[in-house]
């Protein structure tokens, strides 16, 4: 009796052997996450799942020296900028980087040719493209498509809770905000209420090295130095003559 798996198992290694792949569709403006496979002299590519694979034009994932910034293995936010009908070859544009927790961010889209930074923790700007009661959306400065555009839910946004936006907001109005996080759909999440926490953190880490540098005894003191010969016979005061010598004076 053969065992219930193996009829499965047949039919998986028949599919396999001929080459039958399903093979997921892609349209245009899609948003994916995409892990790193090879990095060529000029593409880098990625694999979509079901044995598919992608690919970035390796300027877009390039600084302005032309270092790369992804490496194998490295996981990325993209979008889906075209797909060959014929050969179902799908291009990507890179959104950004998904750092491990031990890792700085690797910003992508970081050099003058390509664009701001759109990366977990980056600090943008931007203006305001809409005001609703949940939040204020803001277009990146640099970009003009959706995937340079974030929200800013209300209670990040520092007003007073519960109030209307549009009398603290106004369309085209230049704004700063941190990215917080990006969703596997894409789509950005922003706080200005992070960014002035990060500023307050960092003026106090100032104030408290100034601080202790200041307690150090090691810290060495400035020398004050003579000055001209002038300045010194300033500070010397004149002796008082003796007393024998007075006395012979008057005499």
Known sequence: MSSPDGPRESFAALFESQGVHTRRSFHTGESVEVTIVLVAREAVFAD???????MFELPDMTDDEGNVQVKVGSRVMATVT???????????????????ADEAPVVLGGSSKSGPAIVEGARVK??????????????????????????????ETG???NSD???????GQELEAKIVSIGADGKIRLSITALKTDEERADLAAYQKSEEKKQDPAVE????????????LKGVKPAAPAKGAAGAKKR
């Open 48 to 54: 979509l799942g079901g044995k598919q694979e992608g």
């Open 82 to 100: 075209s797909v060959d009908k014929e050969t179902g070859q799908v291009r990507l544009k890179p959104v950004a980087l998904r750092s491990e």
């Open 126 to 155: 931007g203006t305001v493209t809409g005001i609703e009661r949940y939040g204020v959306f803001m277009q990146f400065a640099g970009t003009r498509d959706r995937a340079g555009r974030g929200l800013i839910p209300s209670m």
């Open 159 to 161: 007003a007073p809770s």
């Open 165 to 171: 936006l549009k009398k603290h907001f106004t369309l």
């Open 221 to 232: 003191k400035p020398v004050r130095g003579f000055g001209t010969l002038g300045d010194l």
